[in-house]
């Protein structure tokens, strides 16, 4: 009994489909680990007397200055195939300076299926006077679709080894681009065109000696330049620029 044709293209298109699909989770599946427990040993850390608390909402951990009421926040991206805890090093060390810092994990850890996370937690919290929008690499260029749609809602965009897509050049947001001089990682021909969409109002910083992976703790990245400073080193300037921005940029 011969086939029909349509069944034949059901079957066809269905074998397309599993193929696909296996190749996404495959994909998806492998990942940047955090380089060691960071959030664990941060959670152990956060007794009040380290100054930070860190809760979790869903699918984020918050970082509060433990003896103050923040009026300003930044909600955080993570960069694409890492694993959002990686960074948690880096929002504690923001959090101390008396910002809240909101940590977001994102669908198959990839900011692109889920860039207007940050409008719910700005919907939500009305405590919060100013919202600052960033992300490490394709979570910095997530953040930077965001911020395109809505920035007459934020004080400004971060930016970590990232540049933007869209054109944010009459946007009066302010802006810090931030990433290391060793940065292997990050396209500087598509850097630099996206230094021209940028608005009048940013601020570019080379960390001198600073790779692409070590804004986060998840051990060294494929194709990445060899750092000259330590993780540590390179967090704590990076840490230093964003709570100065936010500071100078309320």
Not at 29 to 38: K, L, R, T
Not at 64 to 76: G, M, V, Y
Not at 133 to 155: D, P, Q, T
Request: charge should be negative; aromatic fraction near 12%.
């Amino acid at each position: 009994m011969k086939m029909s044709l349509w069944k034949k293209i059901a079957i066809i298109t269905a074998s397309v489909l599993v193929v696909m699909a296996g190749a996404f989770f495959i994909y998806t599946g492998s990942y940047y680990h955090a380089e060691h427990p960071v959030l664990t040993e941060a959670l152990a850390q956060a007794d009040g007397s380290k100054g930070v608390d860190i809760t979790s909402k869903g699918n984020s951990y918050f970082f509060t200055p433990s003896d103050q009421k923040p009026e300003t926040a930044l909600i955080f991206y993570p960069g694409g195939k890492v694993e959002y805890t990686a960074y948690a090093d880096l929002m504690q060390i923001i959090a101390k300076k008396g910002y809240l810092c909101i940590l977001v994990k994102m669908p198959f850890n990839l900011a692109v299926f889920d860039m207007n996370a940050a409008k719910d937690y700005m919907d939500t919290y009305d405590t919060i006077k100013n919202w600052y929008v960033g992300g490490h690499s394709l979570g910095g260029a997530m953040a930077a679709e965001f911020a395109a749609k809505y920035s007459s809602r934020l004080a400004g965009l971060i930016l970590l080894g990232a540049y933007p897509a869209s054109d944010l050049s009459s946007s009066s947001l302010k802006v810090l681009s931030m990433y290391g001089s060793m940065d292997q990682v990050m396209n500087r021909e598509k850097f630099k065109e996206g230094l021209k969409m940028m608005p009048k109002v940013h601020e570019e910083i080379v960390i001198e000696g600073g790779n692409h992976a070590q804004f986060g703790s998840y051990g060294k990245q494929k194709g990445d330049g060899e750092a000259a400073v330590s993780q540590e080193e390179q967090q704590n300037t990076a840490a230093k620029e964003i709570t100065g921005f936010m500071s100078d940029n309320p």
